[in-house]
């Protein structure tokens, strides 16, 4: 069992530069979430999705985009990369809702430096 | 406006030298009060879910509790592998939203 998985680990990009982030989860979770971690400001949740086919905003949403076309599943898009937007990026997921059962597996995060 | 403050932001210990990490919250009906622990370049891995207010739960050297307003968690003699970054999050009533403290910093040296 991996987890969740994300690719790359790193990358480098230049201003204006697009480019994608890769989330697979073996755990047929329903929920997919991403997230950018700052130093000094906690994760903040980028965008979400509830089950195959849907995507919402979260937090910070501006600049993004999300798709998720395969249950197992999200991608995280930049389309014109920003300084802005350096960070670590975690994917994460978790069970559909049962109110004893909600925690997040997340990971090991995307180190994206734009320049 | 919904809100989780941790303290302190980093806290060295010796090994052994008991202490504990606090994590306000602010959040009308919370579902539920989580702890993470991240090692350096890794995601974070869950440790404990709390419920409601006078809950506790323990792992090894660790032990969380919770009431109306915060959360603590304590460690006992701690050892060097306890050191890492705690993460507090709050869950909110409406879906699966989660909001996260900034963290405690924690080194225990030997």
């Given at each position: ?85 350096t ?29 | ?5 941790q ?38 891995e ?5 419920y ?39 869950q ?19």
């Amino acid at each position: 069992n991996a987890g969740v998985t994300q690719t790359p680990k790193f990358r480098v990009l230049k201003t204006g530069q697009s480019m994608t982030l890769l989330c697979a989860q073996d755990m047929n979770h329903e929920y997919m979430y991403w997230y950018r971690q700052d130093p000094g400001m906690g994760l903040r949740l980028i965008h979400y999705s509830v089950g195959e086919g849907t995507t919402a905003k979260g937090e910070v949403p501006d600049g993004y985009n999300v798709s998720r076309l395969k249950k197992q599943n999200f991608l995280l898009g930049l389309e014109s990369a920003a300084p802005s937007q350096t960070s670590v990026y975690f994917c994460a997921s978790s069970y559909l809702s049962t109110g004893t059962n909600e925690k997040l597996f997340f990971g090991s995060g995307t180190q994206l430096s734009v320049l | 406006e919904d809100q989780v403050t941790q303290s302190p932001e980093a806290l060295r210990l010796q090994e052994g030298e008991s202490s504990s990490l606090n994590c306000s919250y602010t959040v009308s009906g919370l579902r539920g009060l989580f702890w993470y622990r991240q090692d350096p370049g890794k995601g974070p891995e869950f440790l404990f879910t709390l419920y409601s207010a006078g809950e506790e739960k323990e792992k090894e050297r660790l032990k969380a509790t919770l009431t109306k307003k915060e959360s603590f968690l304590h460690i006992t003699a701690p050892k060097p592998e306890d050191s890492a970054t705690y993460l507090c999050a709050v869950q909110a009533p409406y879906f699966n939203k989660f909001y996260f403290g900034s963290g405690t910093k924690l080194n225990v040296k030997p």
